[in-house]
C-alpha cells in the first residue's frame, strides 16, 4: 500500500565543528555544546557544525516525494541535498520541513549535509537571555515519503491538519479541520480527501468526505466542518482526547496517496480580571512551574523520554500549568501534556531586547507563526505569549540619549503590536501574553496593554528586597488597571541542595529560602482571585554560562536538580497541590543535624495536606497541626541515629519514614581523634561536599573550652545584600564554601587536648575588580595594584607560619586556596591561628582541623 512512511534518521551522521574539522559520528538529538557550557574557562562555542550521511533512497520510490523533517535545530540551518542547497531555516526553537524531492538520485546513495550555525545574530532573536544557545540539531530529524498527491509538507504548519474549534459547550461542538491539498504529480488529479473522526475511547464516531480535482503542480486548501454533540471535553483532570485520520485517495484507483492523524481536544476557556481563569464554565487556580529544556551532560539533546519524564513529574506534582519558557519546545512536550492534563503557555524567545531591523521583526513573526501553526490542535495550549522582559537591557544598559531611547521604545511596541495581530489573526480562540519584569516602563509605554493578559515575572524576597512587598505590587497594579488579567509567570530564589540552615535569608542559596519564599508566594496568590495562575521559576536548575550563583553557569531556581533529582520544595508543592493523601519529611540533603546542648531541640519540618499530623520516633509521639502544608516539630533528639516516622491519620493514612543523625556541636572537639571539624566560616549555612559527603558545619562565635572566631565580621557584597561573593571561585567544585567569608578576623581558635593537629586553611581574594581591572596595564602598574591588595600574616600558637600571604598577587583573586599547616597544641594552650594584617584586612573562608 502506497501511503506516507515516516523514518527517524536520527543514526549515523558524521559530525565537525569549523573551529577544528575534526570529524565524529553522532546520533540525533546533539549538541555541541553539551559540556563546554559548563567548563569553567572556556566560553562554550559559538559557530558553525556541519552534520553529514548518506541516505540510501530505493528505486521503488521514483515517483514519490520525498521530505526532510526537522524538529528543531540551532539556530541557523542550511539543508543540502548532492551538494544542491535546498533550504535555509531561521530560529533555533520550530520545527521545519525541505521538499528533497528534486535533488535526490532514487535507486542511489545520496549525501546529505546540513549545516548547523549557533553565531549570536543579529536578526534572530532571541538577543540575548539567560540560557544557553546551544548550537546542533538537537531534535529528532525524520525522512517522511509520500505520493504525489499530499498534504502540504513544506510549509509553515509542517502539514498540520489545523483543527479549529470555535465553539465548544456542554452540548455540542463545532469543528472545522482545514488542510492543504499539493498536487505534484504531471497530471491533474481527482483525489477523495476523507477524514475519520474517533472519540476518547477510540471508537469512530464520523467519516466526512470531500471529492475534488488538483490541477498538476497546484495546491488547494479545503475546511471541512462538524458538529459533535455531548463533547467528552479535555480538562486537566480528564484530559479527553479526540483524534482526526485524514487521508487522501486517487479518486480513480482508490490507491492511499497520503495519510496522517493528529488528536484534538474539546474546551473553551476564558479569563477574567476578577475571578481568574475558567475552564469549561468552572473557576481554575493555575499553579505550575516554567521549564527549560536542558539537563546535565546532555545540553538541550533529549531523548523523547525525557521531554515526556519531566512533564509527567510536573503533573505529579500537582501542578496544572506550564510555561514553556523562553520558546517553543519539542513536540513531544505538548503531546505529552495533551495526554496528561497539563494547560500550557507557550511563547516564542523574543527576550530583553529586540532590534529596529526590519529583518529581525519578521523573524519574531515567523517564529510565531510556525509556533502557533505547529501546535495548533494541542487542547493544552490555551496562551501564546511573544515577549519577554522585553525591556529589560533598556533599564540595565540605559541608552545615551532621549532619542535612542524613544527609538528602541517605539521599535519594540511596534513589535508587539505586530506580533499580537498576527497571533490573534491566525488564532482568535486563544489569550494573547507577554510576560514584564518589575518596572513601570511597561505601563508608561502601553506595550502591557496590547496582549490579553499579562504575565509578571516578580523576585521580590531575591532581586527585590521583602516577601510582603509581591502582595502590595499586585494589588497596586491591579487598582491601577483593574480591567487586565494577572499571572505571576516567573518568581523564585536560587537554592543549592548542599546548602542548609534552619534560620534561612535571602541569597544564602538554602532550600530553606526557597521554602519560605514559595509558601510566601502561594499564599499571597491564593489571596488573591484577581491573580489567575502562576509559574514557579523554574521546574529545573538550568545552564546559563552567565550565572556565576552557587554552582556556576546554572541557573538554581529549579525545584529539581539539573539532574532532576528532587530538591525539598518539590514535594511541598505536592502537599499544596495534590488531593489524595500526602505526607513527607523534609531534608533528603540535610539527614545530619546539630545540637548545641543535651537540651536542644531538633527543628523536623513535614509537608502534608492533611490537617495535623504526627511524628514520631521509638520514645516520642508528637502531633502538630498543618498550615499551609507545613507542619513543624520541635524534638528532643539524642546524639546518634533516629528513625522518624511521619503519619496522617484515618480514614486515608499515610506515612513517611526519614532517618537523622544528631550531632552535638560542643562534642566535636572531644571526637576529633575519630573525625575531622570542619567549618564554613563567615556564615550560618552548613554545606555538604557531595564528592564525599563531609559537612562544614556554620560558623560559630569563640567561647572557652570550645572553637570559633574571635572578631571580624562576615563578608558582605552588593550593599549587604549578598553574604560572601556570588561570584564563581575557580579550581573547585565546593565553591559555596568558599564564597562566603570572615573578614578582619585576628584569630580563630579551637581548644584542643595538647596533642598534633593538621590545619587546613580555606581562602580566597573576593575583590576581583582590582587586578583584573589592570590586566591590560604595564606589568609594572599591575604589581603595584596587586600590592596594594590585602596581605597577611598567619601564625600559628605565636609561630608564623606563612608570611605576606597575598591572594590576588599570589594566586589570583576568586581562585580556591588550601593551605595546610601542622602544629602543636602543647598543654592546654589549644590551635589559635592568629591573622596579621599588612595592608586590607585578614579573611578566611573555611577551616579543618585534624588530630594527627
Ligand atoms: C527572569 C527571566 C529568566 C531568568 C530569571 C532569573 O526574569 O525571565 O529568563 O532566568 O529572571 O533567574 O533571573
Not at 78 to 105: C, K, P, W
Not at 556 to 582: C, H, T, W
Not at 626 to 646: C, D, P, S
Amino acid at each position: 500500500m502506497a501511503q506516507r512512511e515516516d523514518q527517524l534518521l536520527n543514526k549515523n551522521w558524521n559530525f565537525s565543528l569549523d573551529r577544528d574539522q575534526e570529524i565524529t559520528e553522532v546520533s540525533i538529538p546533539h549538541t555541541w555544546n553539551a559540556k563546554d557550557a559548563f567548563t569553567e574557562g572556556s566560553q562554550y562555542y559559538r559557530g558553525k557544525g556541519t552534520y553529514s550521511r548518506q541516505l540510501k533512497i530505493p528505486k521503488k520510490w521514483q515517483q514519490k516525494s520525498i521530505f526532510l523533517k526537522f524538529e528543531g535545530s540551532n539556530q541557523l540551518t542550511r539543508v543540502f541535498v548532492n551538494e544542491q542547497l535546498l533550504g535555509e531555516h531561521i530560529g533555533g526553537y520550530t520545527g521545519f520541513i525541505f521538499d528533497i524531492t528534486s535533488a535526490i538520485h532514487a535507486g542511489e546513495e545520496n549525501i546529505l549535509r546540513v549545516e548547523v550555525d549557533n553565531t549570536h545574530n543579529n536578526d534572530i532573536p532571541p538577543l540575548d537571555a539567560d540560557f544557553n544557545f546551544y548550537g546542533g540539531i538537537y531534535r529528532d530529524v525524520s525522512l517522511i515519503v509520500t505520493g504525489p498527491v499530499h498534504f502540504n509538507l513544506a510549509s509553515e504548519s509542517l502539514g498540520n491538519l489545523l483543527i479549529k474549534t470555535p465553539e465548544v459547550n456542554l452540548e455540542e461542538a463545532e469543528i472545522s479541520i482545514e488542510s492543504t491539498l499539493v498536487n505534484d504529480a504531471k497530471t491533474s488529479k481527482k483525489i477523495s480527501l476523507e477524514l475519520s473522526i474517533f472519540d476518547p475511547t477510540g471508537k469512530k464516531i464520523k467519516t466526512l468526505r470531500k471529492i475534488t480535482n488538483l490541477g498538476s503542480g497546484t495546491s488547494k486548501s479545503i475546511p471541512i466542518m462538524h458538529r459533535i454533540t455531548s463533547p467528552q471535553l479535555w480538562s486537566p483532570d480528564h484530559p479527553n482526547l479526540y483524534r482526526v485520520e485524514a487521508k487522501i485517495y486517487d479518486a480513480k484507483t482508490n490507491m492511499t496517496l497520503d495519510k496522517q492523524t493528529s488528536n484534538f481536544g474539546l474546551r473553551w476557556f476564558s479569563v477574567d480580571a476578577e475571578e481568574g481563569f475558567i475552564l469549561n464554565g468552572k473557576p481554575i487556580k493555575l499553579i505550575g512551574a516554567n521549564r527549560h529544556q536542558d539537563v546535565t551532560g546532555l545540553g538541550n539533546a533529549l531523548p523523547n523520554d525525557q521531554h515526556h519524564s519531566d512533564y509527567k513529574t510536573i503533573k505529579e506534582m500537582g501542578a496544572n500549568v506550564i510555561r514553556t519558557a523562553h520558546y517553543p519546545q519539542d513536540p513531544e512536550v505538548y503531546k505529552t501534556c495533551d495526554e496528561l492534563g497539563l494547560l500550557v503557555w507557550s511563547e516564542v524567545p523574543v527576550i530583553n531586547d529586540v532590534t529596529n531591523s526590519e529583518a529581525y521583526h519578521q523573524n519574531a513573526l515567523q517564529m510565531q507563526r510556525e509556533q502557533i501553526l505547529q501546535f495548533y490542535n494541542h487542547p493544552s495550549v490555551v496562551i501564546w505569549g511573544y515577549m519577554n522582559e522585553i525591556f529589560i537591557q533598556l533599564i540595565f544598559n540605559p541608552k545615551e540619549t532621549e532619542a535612542e531611547t524613544q527609538d528602541k521604545i517605539q521599535t519594540t511596541v511596534a513589535l508587539a503590536k505586530k506580533l499580537e495581530m498576527e497571533t490573534k489573526r491566525l488564532d482568535p480562540n486563544r489569550l494573547t501574553v507577554m510576560a514584564l519584569h518589575e518596572n513601570e516602563i511597561y505601563n508608561e509605554t502601553g506595550i502591557a496593554d496590547i496582549p490579553d493578559v499579562i504575565g509578571w515575572n516578580l523576585y521580590f524576597g531575591w532581586y527585590s528586597p521583602g516577601l510582603d512587598s509581591f502582595g502590595k505590587f499586585l494589588d497596586d497594579q491591579h487598582s491601577r488597571y483593574p480591567n487586565r488579567p494577572l499571572f505571576i509567570s516567573e518568581y523564585g530564589p536560587g537554592s543549592d541542595t548542599r546548602l542548609q540552615t534552619n534560620q534561612p535569608k535571602p541569597w544564602d542559596y538554602s532550600e530553606a529560602y526557597q521554602l519560605k519564599l514559595h509558601k510566601s508566594y502561594i499564599n499571597q496568590v491564593e489571596e488573591r482571585d484577581f491573580v489567575f495562575g502562576m509559574t514557579a521559576w523554574n521546574f529545573a536548575d538550568f545552564g546559563s554560562d552567565i550565572r556565576q550563583d552557587s554552582r556556576p553557569f546554572i541557573n538554581q531556581k529549579g525545584l529539581v536538580n539539573m539532574d532532576r533529582s528532587k530538591k525539598d520544595i518539590y514535594y511541598y508543592y505536592q502537599a499544596r497541590l495534590l488531593e489524595e493523601p500526602f505526607i513527607y519529611i523534609a531534608g533528603e540533603n540535610n539527614e545530619t543535624r546539630y545540637i548545641q546542648n543535651k537540651k536542644d531541640t531538633v527543628e523536623v519540618v513535614v509537608f502534608s495536606n492533611a490537617e495535623k499530623v504526627q511524628l514520631s520516633t521509638k520514645t516520642q509521639n508528637l502531633e502538630a497541626a498543618v498550615k499551609n502544608g507545613i507542619a513543624r516539630f520541635y524534638m528532643e533528639l539524642t546524639e546518634g541515629e533516629h528513625q522518624l516516622i511521619a503519619k496522617t491519620e484515618d480514614p486515608n493514612p499515610v506515612s513517611f519514614t526519614r532517618n537523622l543523625k544528631v550531632k552535638n556541636r560542643s562534642h566535636l572537639l572531644e571526637k576529633l581523634n575519630k573525625e575531622a571539624l570542619r567549618v564554613n566560616v563567615g556564615t550560618h549555612v552548613y554545606f555538604k561536599d557531595e564528592s564525599n559527603n563531609d559537612i562544614w558545619i556554620s560558623d560559630q562565635h569563640y567561647q572557652k573550652g570550645s572553637f570559633g572566631y574571635v572578631d571580624g565580621e562576615v563578608y558582605l557584597k552588593n550593599a549587604g545584600k549578598f553574604q560572601g561573593t556570588a561570584s564563581a571561585i575557580s579550581g573547585t567544585e565546593n565553591d559555596p564554601l568558599y564564597q562566603t567569608m570572615r573578614e578582619g578576623l585576628s584569630a580563630y581558635k579551637f581548644d584542643v587536648q595538647k596533642g598534633q593537629y593538621k590545619i587546613t586553611l580555606l581562602l580566597t581574594e573576593p575583590e576581583y575588580n582590582v587586578s583584573t581591572e589592570n590586566i591590560y596595564n604595564l606589568n609594572e602598574v599591575r604589581a603595584k595594584a596587586i600590592e596594594g591588595l590585602r596581605s597577611f600574616d598567619i601564625s600559628i600558637n605565636n609561630t608564623l607560619y606563612k608570611k605576606d600571604l597575598n591572594l590576588a598577587r599570589d594566586y589570583g583573586p576568586l581562585k580556591a586556596v588550601k593551605l595546610s599547616f601542622e602544629a602543636e597544641a602543647r598543654n592546654d594552650e589549644g590551635i589559635n591561628i592568629q591573622f596579621s594584617p599588612n595592608a586590607g584586612k585578614a579573611l578566611l573562608s573555611g577551616i579543618q582541623i585534624e588530630k594527627l
